[in-house]
């Protein structure tokens, strides 16, 4: 199968109702998890203890749990589209920090959490933000026991092994600081069949996003990233892909090993998470 299907899940009103529609589409084939509102005004944040069956059978049906962008403050922006632009994304993303940080992931450490069409680059200035909280650097020493009570991690460690980013056409300077986001997190999509999508002009946009990023690297983002999310049978998808691509001749990415097109990313790649690592990145220029 080459798709996965999605089932949308209210989950807010009735917790025993989004249970059974939850184990239905789950017995339904409907595999790729459920999605579920970014915002839950006026019931109670996603870190109440009143989720916690809603998680529980997500992690045991493996059920991604997906929230995707649109939702927002809209009743305080009035015609400025613009202030609607720049919050949308927060909105959207804010549930991952309500579970990450209230020590759901620890909880569940078998639920996997996915933010969808929100881009990537977000989660790197999130993951060292947060990490370095974690680790009590000197402006957090003051902030007490339970900032850190509920969690045995870093919050990028539970990001690693938890969350996934559906980062709908991907930009450049996303993939400048794949490391920091974590190349294993990011699935790239095309938005189909939205104008601001890549469709029909997908394989010119992977050749001018991926044409001198490392085959492997690529390989991980453009799928081998979802299949292990939403455990796609790669072996039965392999004839698919030989099919249909794309191969690294299509995305420019022949001869990249000799001519000095992967050079950029070693300091970046050693680099990895600077405030983990300790080993100061030197920024990619990059469009």
Known sequence: MRRAGVAIVPILHDIDAAVAEIEWAANAGLRGGILVP?????????????????????????????????????????????????????????????????GKFEQFPGLRFVVTECGAFWAADLLWTSDIVYDREHAAKKLGKNLTSHLEMRPSEYFDRNCAIGASNTRRRELARRYEIGVGNIMWGNDFPHPEGTWPHTKEWLRSAFCDIPIDETQAILGQNAAEVYSFDT?????????????????????????????????????????????????????
């Open 235 to 287: 072996d039965a998808l392999a004839p698919v892909v030989e099919r249909i691509g794309p191969t690294p001749d299509e995305l420019g990415q022949t001869g990249m090993e000799s001519d000095g097109r992967l050079d950029k990313w070693e300091a970046v790649r050693r680099a990895g998470r600077p405030w983990i690592t300790g080993i100061e990145a030197v920024e990619v220029p990059i469009a």
């Open 38 to 102: 970014s915002m839950w005004q006026p019931y109670p944040p996603y870190h109440h203890e009143r989720y916690d069956r809603i998680w529980a059978a997500c992690q045991d049906l493996q059920m991604p749990v997906h929230v995707h962008s649109g939702a927002a403050d809209k009743e305080s922006y009035g015609e400025w589209v613009g202030i609607y632009v720049s919050e949308v994304r927060w909105w959207s993303t804010r549930p991952l920090w309500f579970l990450l940080w209230s």
